[in-house]
């Protein structure tokens, strides 16, 4: 391994939630004097009481464009910001609609779902919003029915990304091949070119056989380094790095702490790593997907 180099370009977390009850600005001054120098900012739903209406959705979509200014102003951040459904809650909204008033309850959920998707875009159309996320569909076992409204809306929501000329950041399952020619396979039917398809919480094989021109967003923790070393040669247009952070005072530093992309970067250095694809990781494949950072 090389020794006593340090990374001196940008640092971007790709996946990086805040929380007015969490850390909020400390946790974003930890990344920066870490190294970092841009976040992703993905809005994080209140799972207890998600919103019922599209007034609703606006409003805590507001509240997150809020941080991202907040971020800008007090710590001097690069922040993107990425507005959406995320599929626990859709899922969760369906199974308990769907029991209290039948039909009408599934067909409330979908409805719920689809202004959630308009309200993101009207924040996307202002400027405001640089992609539609974390969306897709749940990731541990549920009913038939539900799986397969999730795919219906997930592509539903690909056709949209497509005439929109967005990204969408995907919240999925898992399993590495299955999932990504899956995706794949949707994209290609929505229309949508596959790389716009960010699959957050992305396993560390960033081979093109595995993902199919979908771009991963890796899951930057222990043990990846050395798998997405041992893929990279193979990579067909870059990878991004996140640390999923919840902001959740409850679960301290998950899922990985504030401060870990950077500390990563300086070691995939280290381990050899070109630094044409960190150049990819933190400036150039984000720029392709969201546009420019917002300082």
Same mark, same amino acid.
């Given at each position: ?58 409003? *805590? @979509?507001?509240?997150?464009?809020? =941080? %991202? #200014?907040?971020?800008?102003? /007090?710590?001097?951040?690069? !922040? +993107? ?97 299955? *999932? @990504?020619?899956?995706?794949?396979? =949707? %994209? #290609?039917?929505?229309?949508? /070119?596959?790389?716009?398809? !960010? +699959? ?96």
């Amino acid at each position: 391994m090389q020794e006593s180099v340090k990374w001196t370009g940008p640092i971007l977390d790709n996946h990086f939630h805040l929380n007015r009850n969490g850390r909020f600005l400390e946790a974003a001054r930890d990344f920066k004097h870490a190294g970092g120098t841009d976040i992703v900012l993905v809005h994080c739903p209140d799972f207890s009481a998600p919103p019922t209406t599209k007034k609703g959705h606006s409003e *805590t @979509y507001a509240n997150t464009v809020k =941080m %991202a #200014e907040e971020v800008r102003k /007090e710590v001097e951040l690069g !922040v +993107r910001v990425v507005l959406g459904p995320h599929p626990a809650a859709f899922a969760h909204q369906f199974t308990a609609w769907l029991e209290e008033s039948g039909e009408h309850g599934a067909e409330r959920a979908v409805e719920n779902y689809r202004e959630s998707i308009d309200a993101a875009l009207d924040f996307v159309h202002e400027g405001k919003a640089h992609a539609i996320g974390e969306v897709g569909r749940p990731h541990w076992p549920v009913s038939e029915d539900i799986w397969e409204l999730s795919n219906t809306l997930l592509l539903e929501t690909m056709h949209m990304a497509h005439q929109e000329g967005i990204a969408l950041q995907l919240h999925v399952e898992g399993e590495l091949e299955t *999932t @990504y020619r899956d995706l794949a396979s =949707m %994209a #290609e039917k929505a229309g949508l /070119e596959k790389n716009r398809l !960010v +699959r957050h919480y992305a396993p560390a094989n960033v081979s093109k056989e595995i993902t199919q021109g979908i771009t991963p967003s890796v899951l930057i923790g222990k043990g990846a380094i050395e798998e997405l070393m041992s893929s990279v040669e193979s990579c067909s247009h870059g990878f991004l790095l996140e640390t999923d952070y919840m902001d959740d005072l409850r679960r301290p530093g998950a899922v990985l702490g504030p401060k870990t992309v950077p500390k990563r970067t300086n070691q995939l250095l280290e381990a050899g790593l070109d630094e044409e694809y960190l150049w990819k990781a933190h400036r150039d494949l984000a720029e392709e997907l969201y546009g420019p950072s917002v300082y």
